[in-house]
């Protein structure tokens, strides 16, 4: 016959067992939950402009308007931005581009510069989602009875500044580091004006052709106006963008689906002359 005590004692053992147990599978899955909050992409903070869209460019003005905007692809841990590190990390990558003073800044918000002649000619947002705008005019050229023509080099110049401004140490200090072990994504969008408003003209039009610092590719006929998709160009691609990536990549994807969407065919050497000028050249954007 067993004793009485061991029976209890084994029924002690065993209820503790149970207890820690249950314990560690309900602890497991809570710890597999705020693992896959904090990894899993919600592709939130590119939405996250305080009601200013990610691909809003029309250009009320004879120039084109670029807005380029970059964002994490999960939200941040912080909900607020510190704006003194948002400040500084605006000046220090777009000091060139416009006055050295943000027309607004919240923490819950983050902060904006304008160009001086008001928001309709460029602006800068450092967003507290860790979401950066950057929106230029790009000259337009068109002589009498010439087409309105865009520099395509101009348009990829903002592009490179954006990536330049999320890859800095600015970036990382305003909006803190990544966890230890995983690499931080970034969604995309970018946008270019498809009308503008003709000097001393009534009404807007399309720009009707694009300058290339190499091969012009073929593009069709009369009937093609130019477009912008509403998410932005190339906006699937660009989804959770690793930024280890060669810049240049990022510059063929968005180079790519930007002619193929206004019409343009047999691409392939006028992106490579692009992208090599691209590289040869110093992406000054003057906006102040």
Request: charged residues 20%.
């Amino acid at each position: 016959m067993v004793p009485m005590n061991t029976v209890a004692l084994s029924a002690a053992v065993s209820a503790i067992v149970t207890v820690i147990v249950g314990t560690m599978v309900n602890w497991g899955e809570s710890i597999v939950s705020w693992i896959r909050r904090r990894v899993t992409p919600d592709h939130r903070p590119i939405a996250s402009g305080s009601g200013w869209l990610s691909t809003m460019a029309a250009s009320s003005t004879d120039q084109a308007r670029v807005l380029v905007c970059c964002a994490p692809n999960r939200s941040l841990r912080r909900r607020e931005v510190n704006p003194d590190q948002a400040v500084a990390l605006i000046l220090s990558q777009f000091a060139d581009i416009f006055p050295d003073r943000p027309v607004f800044s919240m923490p819950e918000y983050g902060v904006r510069f304008e160009s001086g002649r008001g928001v309709n000619d460029g602006y800068a947002w450092a967003h507290a989602s860790g979401r950066i705008d950057l929106c230029v005019t790009v000259p337009t050229t068109a002589g009498d009875g010439e087409p309105i023509s865009i520099a395509v080099l101009d348009v990829v110049h903002v592009v490179s500044r954006v990536l330049d401004a999320v890859r800095s140490s600015a970036y990382a200090e305003t909006f803190g580091p990544r966890l230890p072990g995983f690499r931080r994504r970034f969604d995309w969008a970018i946008a270019v004006s498809s009308t503008l408003v003709p000097a001393g003209g009534v009404g807007s039009m399309s720009w009707q052709r694009l300058t290339f610092p190499g091969v012009t590719p073929s593009r069709a006929g009369t009937e093609q106006q130019a477009f912008c998709p509403p998410g932005g160009y190339a906006a699937q691609a660009l989804r959770s963008w690793d930024l280890r990536r060669p810049g240049s990549d990022l510059s063929r994807i968005f180079l790519r689906d930007f002619l193929y969407q206004n019409g343009f065919h047999n691409i392939d050497q006028a992106v490579a002359d692009t992208l090599r000028a691209l590289e040869g050249s110093a992406a000054a954007l003057t906006v102040l």
